[in-house]
């Protein structure tokens, strides 16, 4: 029963908050949609991305976190609503602000990150956000640290591209080719772009 009435207020909420000129059958479809999921709680977060979707374009961005919260309570597992939920704190809400303000907002941006690791240790993801982090702050150390623990995962291309990038920013020379040879091998596609980065450093 409870469970029933959160997906009420929820579904209420969505179609109270949506666009006056929304067109009556949208309505209609988004009602008989969420009776249709399979999952029931998949169908929540669905409508929830979608209300997300709809405060970036209206402007409401300061809205926008709490849903990104709630999404991890209902779907703990949802890597993306970390993600995304972590970057729009440092990049869309700590910049308003400035120093102990800004910095406590970025802090928690990592800490629930760092909640999204704990219920996802096994995804690369959380830990490339965070390396991301560290490195636009300049702490090289604490980005490759979590590259090297998102490297033991699944991962694309741009987890060794950002190592090989901060060893190079750093001058450590060894390292950084080191890591373009691994790519050269582990990326075929990528090959002339290593190959570019091996000479480059080995010239120098």
């Not at 990592?110 to 982090?133: Q, V």
Request: hydrophobic letters at 40%; one cysteine or more; a neutral charge.
């Amino acid at each position: 029963m409870r469970k029933f009435l959160f997906v009420l207020f929820i579904l209420l909420t969505f179609l109270l908050t949506a666009e006056e000129n929304l067109d009556i059958s949208l309505k209609e479809v988004t009602i008989i949609d969420l009776c249709n999921y399979p999952n029931l709680t998949e169908a929540i977060v669905d409508l929830l991305y979608l209300t997300v979707d709809n405060l970036w374009h209206a402007g409401k961005y300061s809205k926008i976190f709490p849903i990104f919260y709630l999404i991890t309570k209902i779907a703990p597992y949802d890597v993306n609503a970390y993600a995304v939920g972590g970057w729009f704190l440092i990049n869309g809400i700590a910049p308003k602000y400035s120093d102990r303000k800004k910095e406590e907002i970025k802090n928690y941006a990592i800490e629930f990150m760092k909640n999204g690791i704990k219920k996802n240790p096994s995804d690369y993801r959380l830990y490339f956000e965070i390396a991301w982090f560290y490195y636009n702050e300049k702490n090289y150390d604490e980005a490759i640290k979590y590259l090297e623990i998102a490297e033991n995962y699944e991962h694309p291309f741009h987890v060794e591209n950002l190592k090989a990038h901060i060893y190079m920013k750093i001058n450590n020379k060894t390292k950084a080719i080191e890591v373009w040879k691994k790519i050269k091998e582990k990326y075929p596609e990528k090959k002339e772009v290593a190959e570019k980065f091996i000479r480059k450093l080995e010239e120098e």
